[in-house]
C-alpha cells in the first residue's frame, strides 16, 4: 500500500461480537479512524475517474462506510457470516474495490486506476473480472432476490444486503421481500436512505412512499437509526443479526454526509467534481493525493472519421429536443390532454428534461419503476390519439418484455426512448450494455404494429421522431450515451440535412459499391462510413447501407445488397441477438447467397469509453480487416 497516497495501511483490523451490542471506547474510536480512512479514500480515487472523464459514483459508497466498516469488524470476529458485502446498488462500486485492497486482494495504487479501460474496475461490480470481487451485482435492485437463494444455500449463516432507498424502488424487491419472509430467511438489509436518486429525491417524487412501511407490510422487522450515530447503527446491526428471519435496518442520514458543496445534493449520488474532491482533501491533509489528483490526465480520442463532420452532438439529448418541436405544434389543450411523458429518475440521461422544463404539466416524475412507469405509459396511449412517452437506458429494456406484449395487445400508443444503447462510452460496463434491443419486436407478424429506429446522427434523430411521433403503436427510439458525428454524403454535405425526410422502413444508401456492402446503423455507421471510405482509397469499391428500421424488411434494397458479392453487418447490439443474427436469415430466404460476415458485440466488457469499440473488434480498423478477409475467400 506505500504506492496510495493515503495510508491504507493504518486501517485497523478489529473484530466485533453481535453478541455485545454496544462499543467499548477503544473499538468506537477505532471504527471512527476506519471510518475516515475510507471516506478519504473513497472520495481520492472516485475523483481520479472524474479526473480521466470516466466519471464513477462517490456519494453511495461514501454513505455506507459505516455499515461497511462493522460488517468488515463482525466478518472478522465469527465465521457465522457469509462474510461477503453484497450490495444492491451496483453503482457503489467502490466500496467493494476498497474492500478488497483491504483484504489483500489487490495493490491500493490499482484503485488509481478506477473505471479508466483495461483497468478491470469497471463501474459495476463483476465476478470474475476484478480480483477480490465476490459477487456481480447487475442493474439497480437486482441483488436481494438473488440473495435469497444464498441464504436457502447457506441456512446456519447470516447474510447481508446493502441496499439503499433507490434500489428498493425496484418491483424484484417486493417479490423478495415476501419470499424472505415466508421462507424466514436470515437476510439482514441495511439499507442508506438518504432521499436521493440521480434525477431528484423521492420524498418529492414519489409523495408518501416509505421503505421502512413498505417493507414492515411485507412482514420484515423493521428497525431505523441515524446511519452517522455510530453506537445507535452498531446496536441496530446487533439487534438485527439476534433477530430470527429477515430484518431491515433503514439508517437515514443525508448524502454524503460532511462534504462541501455534495451535502444533500443530487450530485452527490454520481462521481465528486475534482475541485470539491481537492478541497476535500485539503482540508483533510491528504496534501500527496492532491498533488496526485491534480495531475491526473484525462486520455483523449484523437481518431478522425472520414465521412463525417466536425460537429458532435449527443442524441439522447436531441431526442428531447425533437419531441418538444413536435409539442410546440401542439395546442395547449392538445399536448394537456394527448402528451403523456413518464419518466424513471433518468430524465437528464434520456434528454426527458427538455420535455420536462418546457411543459411541465405534461411530465410525470417517477422513480426506478422501469416496469410500472412503462405500463403507465401504455396505458395512457391505449385511447386513440394519445401519446405516452416513456424513456430509460437500454440495459433494462430487457426487464419489459411482458409490460411490452401487453401494450402490444391493449393496441397502446406508446414512444419510447431507450438511450445508452450498445457500447459505446460505458464504463458502467457489461451489465449496462443495451444488447438486446431486438427483444423489443416480441410480437407475431399479424400483432399490433411496433418499430424500432436507431438513428445515426443527430440530424436523424429529428427527422425519426417528427416522422413518427404521431403513428400508431410501440415506437422505440434508440440512441448511445456517447456523441455522434453529422454524416456527410459524398460530396461533403450532411446527409440528414436541408430537404432529407424520415421514410420507416425503408434503408438508405450513404454510399454505393461495387464490390459489396457493410450495412450499420445508429453509432456504428460513422464508424463503417470511415472504413468504407479508406477501403475505396485502397481500391477495394465497397458500398455501405444505413439501415435506421431495424425490425422492417426493405425488400428492394436487401435485394440490391444480396446480389452483391458480399454482405458484411455490423453493429455493437449482442451479436446472438442482434440485427446480423437475422438478416442472413433474410437473405437465404430469398435465395440470394452474397458472402457473408456479422460483427457485433461478443465479449465482456474493457471499460472506459470509446475503448469499448475496438475491444469488440467493431471499430474501422475491425470493419476494414473483416472486409479484406471476406475479399479473399
Given at each position: 500500500?506505500?504506492?496510495?497516497?493515503?495510508?491504507?495501511?493504518?486501517?485497523?483490523?478489529?473484530?466485533?461480537?453481535?453478541?455485545?451490542?454496544?462499543?467499548?471506547?477503544?473499538?468506537?474510536?477505532?471504527?471512527?479512524?476506519?471510518?475516515?480512512?475510507c471516506r478519504d479514500a473513497i472520495v481520492f480515487f472516485t475523483a481520479t475517474g472524474a479526473a480521466r472523464g470516466v466519471g464513477g459514483h462517490t456519494g453511495g459508497p461514501y454513505d455506507t462506510v459505516p455499515e461497511v466498516m462493522i460488517m468488515d469488524a463482525l466478518f472478522r470476529g465469527s465465521d457465522k457470516y457469509v462474510p461477503t458485502f453484497f450490495d444492491e446498488a451496483g453503482h457503489r462500486v467502490a466500496t467493494q474495490y476498497l474492500m478488497s485492497v483491504l483484504n489483500g486482494d489487490m495493490p491500493a495504487e490499482k484503485l488509481t486506476e478506477y473505471r479508466a479501460a483495461h483497468s478491470h474496475l469497471p463501474g459495476h461490480p463483476e465476478l470474475g473480472f476484478t480480483p477480490g470481487v465476490k459477487f456481480s451485482s447487475g442493474r439497480l435492485g437486482h441483488m436481494w432476490p438473488y440473495i435469497n437463494g444464498v441464504a436457502i444455500a447457506n441456512p446456519s449463516k447470516t447474510l447481508f444486503c446493502l441496499g439503499s432507498d433507490g434500489s428498493q424502488q425496484e418491483g424484484d424487491d417486493?417479490?423478495?421481500?415476501?419470499?424472505?419472509?415466508?421462507?424466514?430467511?436470515?437476510?439482514?438489509?441495511?439499507?442508506?436512505?438518504?432521499?436521493?436518486?440521480?434525477?431528484?429525491?423521492?420524498?418529492?417524487?414519489?409523495?408518501?412512499?416509505?421503505?421502512?412501511?413498505?417493507?414492515?407490510?411485507?412482514?420484515?422487522?423493521?428497525?431505523?437509526?441515524?446511519?452517522?450515530?455510530?453506537?445507535?447503527?452498531?446496536?441496530?446491526?446487533?439487534?438485527?443479526?439476534?433477530?430470527?428471519?429477515?430484518?431491515?435496518?433503514?439508517?437515514?442520514?443525508?448524502?454524503?454526509?460532511?462534504?462541501?458543496?455534495?451535502?444533500?445534493?443530487?450530485?452527490?449520488?454520481?462521481?465528486?467534481?475534482?475541485?470539491?474532491?481537492?478541497?476535500?482533501?485539503?482540508?483533510?491533509?491528504?496534501?500527496?493525493?492532491?498533488?496526485?489528483?491534480?495531475?491526473?490526465?484525462?486520455?483523449?480520442?484523437?481518431?478522425?472519421?472520414?465521412?463525417?463532420?466536425?460537429?458532435?452532438?449527443?442524441?439522447?439529448?436531441?431526442?428531447?429536443?425533437?419531441?418538444?418541436?413536435?409539442?410546440?405544434?401542439?395546442?395547449?389543450?392538445?399536448?394537456?390532454?394527448?402528451?403523456?411523458?413518464?419518466?424513471?429518475?433518468?430524465?437528464?440521461?434520456?434528454?426527458?428534461?427538455?420535455?420536462?422544463?418546457?411543459?411541465?404539466?405534461?411530465?410525470?416524475?417517477?422513480?426506478?419503476?422501469?416496469?410500472?412507469?412503462?405500463?403507465?405509459?401504455?396505458?395512457?396511449?391505449?385511447?386513440?390519439?394519445?401519446?405516452?412517452?416513456?424513456?430509460?437506458?437500454?440495459?433494462?429494456?430487457?426487464?419489459?418484455?411482458?409490460?411490452?406484449?401487453?401494450?402490444?395487445?391493449?393496441?397502446?400508443?406508446?414512444?419510447?426512448?431507450?438511450?445508452?444503447?450498445?457500447?459505446?462510452?460505458?464504463?458502467?460496463?457489461?451489465?449496462?450494455?443495451?444488447?438486446?434491443?431486438?427483444?423489443?419486436?416480441?410480437?407475431?407478424?399479424?400483432?399490433?404494429?411496433?418499430?424500432?429506429?436507431?438513428?445515426?446522427?443527430?440530424?436523424?434523430?429529428?427527422?425519426?421522431?417528427?416522422?413518427?411521433?404521431?403513428?400508431?403503436?410501440?415506437?422505440?427510439?434508440?440512441?448511445?450515451?456517447?456523441?455522434?458525428?453529422?454524416?456527410?454524403?459524398?460530396?461533403?454535405?450532411?446527409?440528414?440535412?436541408?430537404?432529407?425526410?424520415?421514410?420507416?422502413?425503408?434503408?438508405?444508401?450513404?454510399?454505393?459499391?461495387?464490390?459489396?456492402?457493410?450495412?450499420?446503423?445508429?453509432?456504428?455507421?460513422?464508424?463503417?462510413?470511415?472504413?468504407?471510405?479508406?477501403?475505396?482509397?485502397?481500391?477495394?469499391?465497397?458500398?455501405?447501407?444505413?439501415?435506421?428500421?431495424?425490425?422492417?424488411?426493405?425488400?428492394?434494397?436487401?435485394?440490391?445488397?444480396?446480389?452483391?458479392?458480399?454482405?458484411?453487418?455490423?453493429?455493437?447490439?449482442?451479436?446472438?441477438?442482434?440485427?446480423?443474427?437475422?438478416?442472413?436469415?433474410?437473405?437465404?430466404?430469398?435465395?440470394?447467397?452474397?458472402?457473408?460476415?456479422?460483427?457485433?458485440?461478443?465479449?465482456?466488457?474493457?471499460?472506459?469509453?470509446?475503448?469499448?469499440?475496438?475491444?469488440?473488434?467493431?471499430?474501422?480498423?475491425?470493419?476494414?480487416?473483416?472486409?479484406?478477409?471476406?475479399?479473399?475467400?
Amino acid at each position: 500500500m506505500t504506492n496510495f497516497p493515503i495510508d491504507l495501511g493504518s486501517y485497523k483490523r478489529i473484530k466485533l461480537d453481535a453478541s455485545v451490542s454496544t462499543l467499548t471506547a477503544e473499538q468506537k474510536t477505532a471504527l471512527q479512524a476506519n471510518i475516515q480512512l475510507c471516506r478519504d479514500a473513497i472520495v481520492f480515487f472516485t475523483a481520479t475517474g472524474a479526473a480521466r472523464g470516466v466519471g464513477g459514483h462517490t456519494g453511495g459508497p461514501y454513505d455506507t462506510v459505516p455499515e461497511v466498516m462493522i460488517m468488515d469488524a463482525l466478518f472478522r470476529g465469527s465465521d457465522k457470516y457469509v462474510p461477503t458485502f453484497f450490495d444492491e446498488a451496483g453503482h457503489r462500486v467502490a466500496t467493494q474495490y476498497l474492500m478488497s485492497v483491504l483484504n489483500g486482494d489487490m495493490p491500493a495504487e490499482k484503485l488509481t486506476e478506477y473505471r479508466a479501460a483495461h483497468s478491470h474496475l469497471p463501474g459495476h461490480p463483476e465476478l470474475g473480472f476484478t480480483p477480490g470481487v465476490k459477487f456481480s451485482s447487475g442493474r439497480l435492485g437486482h441483488m436481494w432476490p438473488y440473495i435469497n437463494g444464498v441464504a436457502i444455500a447457506n441456512p446456519s449463516k447470516t447474510l447481508f444486503c446493502l441496499g439503499s432507498d433507490g434500489s428498493q424502488q425496484e418491483g424484484d424487491d417486493a417479490e423478495a421481500a415476501r419470499l424472505a419472509v415466508a421462507q424466514g430467511l436470515n437476510v439482514k438489509l441495511i439499507i442508506d436512505d438518504n432521499d436521493v436518486t440521480i434525477a431528484g429525491h423521492p420524498s418529492k417524487y414519489l409523495k408518501g412512499c416509505s421503505t421502512a412501511k413498505t417493507l414492515a407490510g411485507h412482514g420484515l422487522t423493521v428497525l431505523e437509526g441515524d446511519g452517522e450515530d455510530l453506537d445507535s447503527l452498531y446496536a441496530n446491526i446487533c439487534k438485527a443479526i439476534n433477530t430470527d428471519g429477515p430484518v431491515a435496518i433503514i439508517n437515514y442520514r443525508k448524502m454524503c454526509p460532511g462534504i462541501v458543496g455534495l451535502e444533500g445534493s443530487t450530485h452527490g449520488h454520481d462521481v465528486v467534481s475534482v475541485k470539491v474532491a481537492l478541497e476535500y482533501l485539503e482540508t483533510r491533509g491528504h496534501t500527496a493525493a492532491v498533488e496526485f489528483l491534480k495531475a491526473v490526465v484525462a486520455p483523449k480520442m484523437t481518431d478522425t472519421f472520414l465521412g463525417s463532420s466536425d460537429k458532435w452532438d449527443a442524441n439522447r439529448n436531441v431526442f428531447g429536443d425533437a419531441v418538444v418541436a413536435v409539442m410546440n405544434g401542439m395546442s395547449e389543450a392538445d399536448r394537456k390532454t394527448k402528451v403523456r411523458v413518464i419518466d424513471s429518475d433518468l430524465e437528464g440521461s434520456c434528454g426527458l428534461h427538455k420535455i420536462h422544463a418546457a411543459f411541465p404539466d405534461s411530465f410525470i416524475s417517477s422513480g426506478i419503476m422501469e416496469r410500472g412507469n412503462f405500463s403507465a405509459a401504455a396505458g395512457f396511449g391505449m385511447e386513440a390519439g394519445k401519446q405516452g412517452i416513456f424513456g430509460t437506458f437500454s440495459a433494462f429494456l430487457e426487464m419489459l418484455m411482458s409490460e411490452i406484449t401487453m401494450a402490444r395487445l391493449n393496441n397502446s400508443n406508446v414512444l419510447s426512448h431507450f438511450s445508452h444503447s450498445g457500447i459505446d462510452d460505458m464504463a458502467d460496463n457489461t451489465c449496462h450494455f443495451g444488447l438486446n434491443n431486438m427483444f423489443a419486436d416480441n410480437g407475431l407478424s399479424d400483432g399490433y404494429a411496433t418499430g424500432l429506429y436507431f438513428p445515426a446522427d443527430p440530424n436523424q434523430m429529428k427527422a425519426v421522431v417528427e416522422k413518427i411521433f404521431f403513428d400508431p403503436g410501440l415506437r422505440f427510439v434508440f440512441s448511445t450515451r456517447s456523441k455522434t458525428p453529422l454524416i456527410l454524403d459524398d460530396k461533403g454535405n450532411e446527409f440528414f440535412g436541408g430537404s432529407y425526410k424520415f421514410v420507416p422502413g425503408k434503408d438508405e444508401v450513404i454510399r454505393e459499391g461495387t464490390a459489396g456492402y457493410v450495412v450499420a446503423f445508429g453509432e456504428t455507421l460513422y464508424r463503417a462510413l470511415d472504413a468504407v471510405e479508406r477501403l475505396k482509397a485502397e481500391g477495394i469499391d465497397v458500398g455501405l447501407i444505413n439501415k435506421p428500421t431495424l425490425n422492417v424488411i426493405d425488400e428492394d434494397m436487401l435485394t440490391k445488397v444480396g446480389k452483391s458479392p458480399m454482405v458484411l453487418v455490423v453493429e455493437s447490439f449482442n451479436k446472438k441477438t442482434g440485427l446480423g443474427s437475422r438478416y442472413g436469415s433474410w437473405l437465404l430466404e430469398r435465395g440470394l447467397t452474397p458472402k457473408f460476415a456479422h460483427l457485433g458485440t461478443h465479449k465482456e466488457g474493457c471499460g472506459g469509453l470509446w475503448e469499448q469499440f475496438p475491444h469488440q473488434g467493431i471499430d474501422p480498423i475491425g470493419i476494414t480487416a473483416k472486409v479484406k478477409e471476406l475479399m479473399k475467400k
